[in-house]
């Protein structure tokens, strides 16, 4: 009889270690899921903004996020347009909060917001 509770009680043991693992999964799953929707909700609103913005501001964003960093001459380069039109608009991506601009003057660049 003693043998059949040791056997007994060793079956609860490993079904209760299963359990753990189980529950551990279980819980990295549901953390996985949060995870998800929170990016697919940031996707949307990023979208959302995107599309709001002209498409000079997109280039300008999007140069920054592939190189890291821009200046002027960089915004002049990949858009083709006039220095004091992109002043106006680098400080609109600015106060937006899309871009950082670090230094001032002739040495300033542009970051990722």
């Known amino acids: ?7 007994v ?3 609860r043991s490993v ?6 693992v189980f529950s551990g999964q279980l819980s990295v799953l549901r953390n996985l899921c949060g995870r998800e929707r929170r990016l697919g909700e940031k996707v949307e609103r990023e979208r959302l903004v995107m599309a709001a913005l002209p498409e000079m501001d997109l280039k300008i964003i999007e140069f920054v996020r592939e190189h890291g960093r821009a200046t002027m001459a960089d915004a002049v380069r990949v858009t083709g347009a006039n220095r004091n039109t992109l002043k ?3 400080r ?3 106060e937006g ?4 601009r670090h ?3 002739k040495g300033s660049w542009y970051g990722v917001g």
């Open 88 to 90: 106006v608009h680098l």
């Open 15 to 20: 079904v209760s270690f299963q359990w753990s």
């Open 92 to 94: 609109s991506l600015v």
């Open 9 to 11: 009680s060793g079956q």
């Open 1 to 7: 009889m003693d043998q059949d509770w040791r056997a």
């Open 97 to 100: 909060r899309h871009l950082v």
């Open 103 to 105: 230094g001032k003057g």
